[in-house]
């Protein structure tokens, strides 16, 4: 019989290549320590769980490169996109989920699947030379230990940077006589009608005063140890942004265009949008607005926007560490630890950032793995698909010395050979990419 591959994390990346390998005939022994040790983060002990936004952004195959890695995945059998269509709630051109659905769904499926074990329990250390194939997939929340353990095999300093979640509002405590419900340009997701967000509008004042108040507010106290650590630029904190200039916000998270608020005709000055969060509807997380502020700063705050006055919040936002590893310096082209080549990492503890990317990393590594219990040599995909731009990035394409985690974009794909316009040119990488793509698939040994 074939030699079990052990995967460490049961978040969005172990999760995945344990569905990978599992299809691909490879038995798997998925370790997940939630259930018998918490999180900061986590609220269950559902794998998959989503713990910052429920959106897996930009749902668009035909000019955006998260859309292509969506499409991408998809062609490969993935789990992850198999439940997150599945538990899809409206979001405009994004593809957003219901948390606890999406979870269930992915757990449901890996319980449900006779090659796969999961074994609640702690794994402290790396495992040895001749211990067989392991992929680590523990995500930013490593386990002390096991980080520790990571640094002392790697010799390399331990890289990492915070995140921040947004909060969480229950429906009916909005209110929709101040707010009104539309998409940016009335930009409609399937099955949407072009009102998916909630819109809350702020005058030249009301901005003011909110940046005032921000700037202002009780900020979580970091430990000595942690002061030096940089932000992720996507998930950088609400109040972080504001103390870049007053009128930072008003071109990110609060940029009013492409809205025209229906009770004045006009465009306000700044708008806050919500998101929808659950497939009811009766939650909606502020967009962008991750925060280290303190709960009781939080509510005071944010109950200062028009039409959130009587907010009711299911989840205040928060702040956690997260830590990722040189994988340029660390990791050969197939996701191996150089110094020890039994061990492939994957998901956010490489140096990605987002769900869609860690799943695809996951995805990438169980592909890996099974063909080399097969005794076959993995291929890896090509560069100019999403997955193979990603892979390229994390294992030798970035600067070692300057490395941070990256979302997937066109950036990391290879310049096209002929020149056209912003439109066009996304439109080229992301026709290339498919098509690239489905030559891997189809040359791939059966």
């Known amino acids: 019989m074939t030699q ?6 049961g978040g969005m990346a172990g999760s995945e290549a344990a569905w990978q390998l599992a299809q691909a005939g490879i038995p798997v022994i998925l370790h997940e320590m939630r259930g018998v040790a918490r999180t900061d983060a986590h609220a269950t002990d559902g794998l998959a769980e989503l713990v910052c936004s429920n959106s897996f952004r930009s749902d668009d195959a035909t000019a955006n490169a998260v859309g292509v890695l969506h499409e991408e995945m998809r062609r490969l059998g993935s789990l992850i996109m198999r439940e997150a269509d599945a538990a899809r709630v409206p979001a405009g051109s994004a593809l957003a989920v219901d948390r606890d659905i999406f979870s269930a769904g992915v757990t449901a499926a890996l319980e449900a ?13 790396l495992p040895g030379a001749d211990d067989g194939q392991w992929i680590v997939a523990t995500g930013p929340l490593t386990h002390a230990a096991l980080a520790e353990d990571i640094a002392t095999l790697t010799g390399q300093d331990q890289l990492a940077f915070f995140d921040a979640l947004a909060p969480i509002v229950h429906f009916d405590s909005i209110d929709m006589e101040t707010a009104w419900f539309q998409s940016r340009w009335d930009k409609a997701s399937e099955g949407g009608d072009g009102r998916d967000y909630i819109n809350c509008p702020l005058d030249r004042d009301q901005y003011e005063t909110f940046i005032d108040a921000l700037l202002a507010a009780e900020k979580t106290e970091f430990k000595e140890w942690e002061a030096s650590t940089p932000y992720f630029e996507g998930c950088m904190p609400i109040e972080v942004m504001a103390s870049r200039g007053r009128e930072t916000l008003r071109f990110g998270p609060m940029k009013p265009v492409g809205l025209t608020n229906p009770a004045t005709g006009k465009r306000a000055h700044a708008v806050i949008q919500l998101r929808q969060d659950n497939a009811l509807g009766t939650l909606w997380n502020i967009v962008g607005f991750q925060t280290k502020m303190k709960h009781g700063e939080q509510v005071r705050v944010f109950r200062t926007i028009p039409g959130l006055e009587q907010a009711e919040f299911a989840r205040l936002g928060g702040l956690h560490r997260n830590t990722f590893i040189k994988s340029p ?14 061990i492939r990492f994957a998901g956010q503890i490489t140096g990605c950032e987002g769900y869609i990317e860690s799943a695809a990393i996951g995805l990438m590594a169980a592909r890996y793995a099974a063909a080399e219990a097969k005794g ?3 291929q890896t995909p090509p560069v100019t698909t999403a997955h193979g731009a990603l892979l390229s990035h994390i294992t030798g394409g970035a600067e070692a010395d300057t490395f941070q985690p990256m979302n997937v974009n066109f950036g990391l794909f290879p310049m096209l050979d002929y020149a056209h316009g912003k439109k066009e040119r996304k439109a080229g990488y992301a026709r290339r990419a498919l098509e690239d793509m489905n030559a891997w698939i189809a040359a791939a040994p059966a």
């Open 4 to 9: 079990s591959v052990h995967i460490i994390g």
């Open 329 to 342: 310096v660390l990791l050969d082209e197939t996701l191996r630890l150089k110094a020890r080549p039994n």
């Open 376 to 378: 076959e040599t993995p």
């Open 113 to 125: 699947e006779p090659l796969v074990e999961i074994r609640r329990e702690i794994v402290d250390r």
